[in-house]
């Protein structure tokens, strides 16, 4: 994965989850023990690896995308989606697995609660090993994958100098070995605080933690500076995916050079503009959509 100096195939590698979204709509989430009838229902496409990949596609970067799907109708489904955006799946591997699955009830305010079965996700890397993994720019994970993954494709990609962009979703506790490999840290507020906070993360070896702050922006820490994201305001619907553009949009604007500031920032209108639609994949902004919104 060495950005310098060689011919990269892909500006961004995302190592991660495949998921089949189940997404009822409702008035209110349910509290323990009640019954609620919804008002509408939908599949899409989603995990948020391929979340991440579609949004780095959209963006207009060159996206690999390496994970696990079953022999199974949603697993047809997730290569076709993937493909039709245009993303590489020559590392998207079948296995004798269902297909993953996530279980989405959004209320009238835009609000969600998530249950993932991860199914073929637990196989992502295990059959491989050592793990090989194309070139480039940009190597992008989250945690629904076996950590043992994300620990060797962070090693693989240190090693050749692709940056390193984790996103700590869902929360799972990780090694300071683990995390000295990270370059750029993107967890939400719920997401840092399981992790210790800032201050812990960097304390590991983190170089950059990007924390999204939601409606409110996001922030950037090194050891030496914090920098403040603006938000870009908009009337959210569904704020399932906003996490995944914000990640997927900065990966794509670091893979093509920018400052990790100038990413951000892109990334802060990406996960603005990915509330304003239904669902995670289907709401994932174009990046002429997201200049125009910032005005160029």
């Given at each position: 994965?060495?950005?310098?100096?060689?011919?990269?195939?892909?500006?961004?590698?995302?190592?991660?989850?495949?998921?089949?979204?189940?997404?009822?709509?409702?008035?209110?989430?349910?509290?323990?023990?009640?019954?609620?009838?919804?008002?509408?229902?939908?599949?899409?496409?989603?995990?948020?690896?391929?979340?991440?990949?579609?949004?780095?596609?959209?963006?207009?970067?060159?996206?690999?995308?390496?994970?696990?799907?079953?022999?199974?109708?949603?697993?047809?489904?997730l290569r076709g989606v993937l493909e039709?955006?245009?993303?590489?799946?020559?590392?998207?591997?079948?296995?004798?697995?269902?297909?993953?699955?996530?279980?989405?009830?959004?209320?009238?305010?835009?609000?969600?609660?998530?249950?993932?079965?991860?199914?073929?996700?637990?196989?992502?890397?295990?059959?491989?090993n050592p793990l090989q993994l194309p070139?480039?720019?940009?190597?992008?994970?989250?945690l629904e994958i076996p950590l043992a993954?994300?620990?060797?494709?962070?090693?693989?990609?240190?090693?050749?100098?692709?940056?390193?962009?984790?996103?700590?979703?869902?929360?799972?506790?990780?090694?300071?070995?683990?995390?000295?490999?990270?370059?750029?840290?993107?967890?939400?507020?719920?997401?840092?605080?399981?992790?210790?906070?800032?201050?812990?993360?960097?304390?590991?070896?983190?170089?950059?933690?990007?924390?999204?702050?939601?409606?409110?922006?996001?922030?950037?820490?090194?050891?030496?500076?914090?920098?403040?994201?603006?938000?870009?305001?908009?009337?959210?619907?569904?704020?399932?995916?906003?996490?995944?553009?914000?990640?997927?949009?900065?990966?794509?604007?670091?893979?093509?050079?920018?400052?990790?500031?100038?990413?951000?920032?892109?990334?802060?209108?990406?996960?603005?503009?990915?509330?304003?639609?239904?669902?995670?994949?289907?709401?994932?902004?174009?990046?002429?959509?997201?200049?125009?919104?910032?005005?160029?």
């Amino acid at each position: 994965m060495n950005t310098t100096g060689h011919d990269v195939a892909f500006d961004v590698v995302v190592v991660g989850s495949a998921n089949l979204d189940l997404v009822a709509t409702l008035d209110h989430l349910p509290k323990p023990g009640e019954t609620i009838v919804a008002q509408s229902y939908a599949e899409h496409a989603g995990g948020k690896g391929v979340n991440q990949a579609v949004a780095c596609a959209r963006m207009c970067a060159r996206p690999a995308f390496v994970g696990c799907v079953g022999n199974d109708d949603a697993g047809v489904f997730l290569r076709g989606v993937l493909e039709d955006e245009g993303i590489d799946t020559s590392m998207l591997r079948v296995v004798d697995m269902p297909t993953g699955r996530a279980f989405i009830n959004v209320d009238s305010r835009g609000e969600n609660e998530i249950v993932v079965v991860s199914g073929a996700n637990t196989q992502v890397g295990i059959a491989q090993n050592p793990l090989q993994l194309p070139t480039s720019h940009v190597l992008l994970m989250q945690l629904e994958i076996p950590l043992a993954t994300v620990a060797a494709a962070l090693t693989a990609a240190r090693k050749s100098g692709a940056i390193t962009v984790l996103n700590p979703a869902p929360y799972k506790s990780l090694t300071e070995e683990v995390l000295s490999l990270v370059d750029v840290i993107v967890p939400n507020e719920t997401e840092s605080a399981a992790c210790g906070g800032t201050q812990a993360l960097l304390a590991a070896g983190v170089a950059t933690v990007v924390t999204t702050l939601g409606e409110n922006g996001a922030v950037i820490n090194t050891a030496s500076s914090e920098t403040n994201i603006a938000p870009h305001k908009v009337v959210a619907v569904d704020t399932v995916g906003a996490g995944d553009a914000f990640i997927g949009a900065l990966s794509a604007e670091l893979a093509r050079g920018a400052t990790i500031s100038d990413a951000a920032s892109v990334g802060a209108v990406a996960g603005a503009l990915a509330t304003t639609n239904h669902g995670a994949v289907p709401s994932l902004p174009t990046r002429d959509v997201v200049r125009k919104a910032m005005g160029k």
